[in-house]
């Protein structure tokens, strides 16, 4: 006579824990269980339906298959009693087992450093649907939930910070000789003119302050530190502020500089301060896992982060006292009828109720705190698309409404002009190739028009996306805009897959290592 013996039952709740843990640990098993063994064990909510408790714990619906006919499950209860279901060991099919399973070459999406890796279980209160709950109130209250608990695209709006703020990095300090005449008080735009048109048009400017040259070159070297530490994501909240402000001031203290380029610049800055754009990829982010580490442990004191906010406000307490122009607080602004003074005190008091909530009080004003924040991320970041889908589909068509668009040849005239053209013979020999042209015109069209409408299909959209990033960088090489193009393809950032950021950002930090092994010697 034959024993049996009855394979090991594990619960649902002890499969979701030891995923979790080997996760945290960095446990190449338990990446691989995640994205490609099936849920092995599953449990019903009170409602009768059927949920599994994967490797991940996200609770989706049971999906188990046996690897044989003689594959049986084993049911069993938990100490709450709640049914659940495990699989013997024996009847999982293992990756390596199979010899035609696809293995994937990107890596991993993690998760922004300080954050968990994966959410909070979902208790049975929270999944147990009201009697008179409506299938569309269901909707939206899983909706509300989702864009009040995750700050989307973490990866994406790190680029937009990057890419925007090296761009005005770049032009500053490339235009560091011109600089008097382009927004000092030598250039022809005077003082006078500025701050009357700026009282015409309620724009934002300290340059209008006064005319003298102690003070332009004051605010020129702050608005290049400012996006240098925004570039590297140094106090990234304080930096974004200072980062509109400079560009504000400088492009509205001589509005006829730029090529286009500047208009994206300048509304992007504005964006960026509603962001979180530092939760990746910055040093905010480094120094936020650092006291998160076994090391960390207690709220972070910050002196630096005081001291900073501190001098700012008492900066601006000067500034509002004198009553220097464009501080006001109910005029113009960015938003109707609120001015840039109250704009700017808002911004103020909410850095420091931030870092006092977090310092004083961690529990519930925390948490209403960052499900704030992350709705305002969410809601600029939804801006930020929609402002580019924008660009590019008025762009297309105004393009459409003009003659030397609609017969092929409108690409032709600017390779002829000496202006648009730092490489001659490359733009003579492009612009005697008619059917180049023609094809060069059509396509430019034609993207542009028929990009924001393949924002739901992800293959589609990512060819056009690389269409429209290639077209960028001609418009930098043959043109010579490379300002332009720099802040176009920062826009495009925001659409690209997220798997593809990690693997760039591992493909840098690899070659980062390398070059300076010393510094990766002494972060290990």
């Known amino acids: 006579m034959t024993a049996h013996r009855t ?70 209860r938990t100490d709450s009693g709640t049914p659940t279901t495990t699989v013997p060991p024996q009847s999982r099919t293992e990756p390596t087992d199979s010899p035609t399973r696809a293995r994937t070459t990107w890596p991993v999406v993690p998760p922004p450093p300080g954050l968990p890796s994966e959410p909070p279980p979902v208790t049975a209160t929270e999944t147990r649907p009201r ?58 735009w005077s003082g006078d003119m500025a701050r009357r048109l700026l009282d ?74 509603l962001t979180r754009c530092g939760q990746v990829w910055s040093l905010d982010a480094r120094r936020a896992a650092k006291h998160a580490g076994p090391s960390g442990g207690g709220p972070e004191r910050d002196v630096t982060g005081v001291v900073l906010w501190a001098t700012l406000g008492l900066f601006l307490a000067v500034a509002q006292i004198l009553g220097l122009s464009g501080l006001s607080w109910f005029g113009s602004g960015p938003f109707p009828n609120v001015g840039w003074g109250l704009t700017f005190w808002v911004l103020w008091l909410s850095h420091g109720v931030w870092w006092a909530v977090r310092r004083y009080a961690p529990g519930e004003p925390r948490t209403v705190l960052d499900m704030i ?36 040849t409108a690409v032709y005239y600017p390779m002829h002009l000496d202006y648009f053209s730092p490489w001659p013979e490359l733009s003579r020999v492009l612009a005697d190739n008619g059917l180049m042209i023609m094809l060069i015109t059509y396509g430019t069209v034609i993207v542009q028009v028929a990009f924001p409408f393949t924002l739901f299909n992800r293959r589609l959209k990512n060819v056009l996306l690389v269409a429209m990033i290639g077209e960028h960088l001609s418009i930098a090489f043959l043109l010579g805009l490379p300002f332009f193009s720099l802040a176009m393809i920062t826009a495009d950032a925001v659409f690209l897959p997220t798997v593809f950021l990690v693997w760039l950002g591992a493909r840098v930090t690899s070659v980062r290592d390398r070059v300076l092994p010393r510094r990766k010697a002494v972060r290990e």
């Open 200 to 273: 015409g048009n309620e724009a934002f400017s300290v340059l209008t302050w006064t005319d003298n040259r102690g003070w332009f070159e004051l605010v020129y070297g702050l608005a290049v530190v400012a996006s240098a530490l925004l570039l590297v994501g140094w106090r990234t909240r304080t930096m974004s502020v200072l980062f509109m402000v400079g560009v504000l001031s400088l492009q509205n203290r001589s509005i006829f500089i730029g090529d286009g380029g500047d208009n994206v610049l300048h509304l992007m800055a504005i964006y960026l301060v």
């Open 373 to 408: 924040s992350k709705l305002i991320h969410n809601g600029a970041l939804l801006v930020i698309v929609v402002e580019v889908c924008l660009i590019y589909a008025t762009a297309g068509w105004y393009k459409i409404q003009g003659s030397r668009w609609q017969d092929g």
């Open 7 to 76: 394979p090991p039952q594990r619960s649902s709740q002890g499969t979701s824990q030891g995923a979790r843990d080997a996760a945290d640990n960095g446990s190449p098993t338990a990446q691989g269980r995640t994205e490609t063994e099936p849920a092995a064990a599953s449990s019903r909510t009170d409602t009768g339906t059927p949920r599994a408790a994967d490797e991940t714990g996200t609770g989706s619906p049971a999906t188990t298959t046996g690897t044989g006919a003689g594959a049986a499950l084993t049911t069993g």
């Open 131 to 188: 009697p008179d709950e409506t299938r569309i109130e269901r909707a939206f209250g899983n909706a509300f939930r989702r864009v009040t608990g995750t700050a989307f695209a973490p990866y994406q709006s790190a680029v937009l910070r990057i890419g925007f703020a090296a761009t005005w990095l770049f032009f500053l300090l490339r235009e560091w000789p011109y600089r008097h005449e382009l927004y000092g008080p030598h250039g022809p």
